[in-house]
């Protein structure tokens, strides 16, 4: 968590900020609009973006659904100068990280940044796909805050469905990445561990994520 962007229109907010953070050794840019946050960031790298909701053109809330949607996985801060609930999650829902109302002391910011800063180390230990969640170290897996109990096979199989999501993988692709051998067309283990892993991790949401493509092999559906 080293290079931030700062999108923000009043300028004496800006200088503070930009200041403060270069002051604690950050690498900044700074943006009075996100017409020019998004010249800055075709030519620069940033681990997080501190977004006022309130911009000229296209707001905050705005810019950040665009910046999501283009790819972009960084953090987004976003600032407010409302703090009414229905505010937040209008940020959150936007794509945002965290949000911090306005006014604001100056070390709250910077813890907030080094929360995010946190979540960055600890994110790379887990795998994610909307509310299912694999933590690699713990071996703890949960789907919409319920835990999943699955055995050492099942946990390598759903990761290997988290690293290629959205993939439509083939038996043979499986059974040499999950089981280490050659595909056994005589052997239905493969389709046995799919439905073992689809009764826990499927079968008691809603919504079903890993699915058949018949003829292909399965996919692990991306969510939200
Ligand atoms: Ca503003």
Redesign the pocket.
């Known amino acids: 968590m080293q290079n931030i962007l700062i999108v923000?229109?009043?300028k004496k907010?800006l200088a503070l900020i930009k200041e403060g953070l270069l002051h604690s050794g950050y690498k900044v840019e700074a943006a009075e609009s996100p017409e020019a946050a998004r010249i800055i960031m075709r030519s620069q790298k940033f681990d997080l973006i501190i977004l006022?909701?309130?911009?000229p053109g296209t707001t905050?809330t705005e810019f950040a659904k665009e910046i999501r949607s283009s790819g972009w996985t960084g953090f987004i801060l976003m600032?407010t100068?409302l703090s009414t609930t229905l505010d937040k999650i209008a940020g959150l829902d936007s794509g945002a990280d965290d949000y911090l109302t306005k006014p604001f002391e100056f070390g709250e910011l910077l813890a907030r940044i080094r929360a995010l800063a946190r979540r960055k180390a600890d994110s790379k230990s887990r795998l994610q796909n909307g509310s299912l969640v694999m933590d690699l170290i713990s071996r703890e897996v949960s789907r919409e805050g319920i835990r999943v109990e699955l055995t050492t096979k099942e946990f390598s199989l759903l990761e290997f469905f988290m690293r290629h999501l959205d993939k439509v993988v083939d038996r043979n692709l499986i059974a040499r990445q999950v089981w280490g051998t050659e595909f056994d067309p005589d052997s239905n283990v493969i389709d046995v561990y799919i439905n073992h892993l689809r009764k826990k991790i499927d079968n008691p949401f809603a919504r079903k994520i890993l699915k058949t493509v018949v003829g292909q092999g399965y996919v692990l559906q991306k969510t939200e």
């Open positions: 923000e229109d009043e907010v006022d909701v309130m911009l905050g600032l100068a």
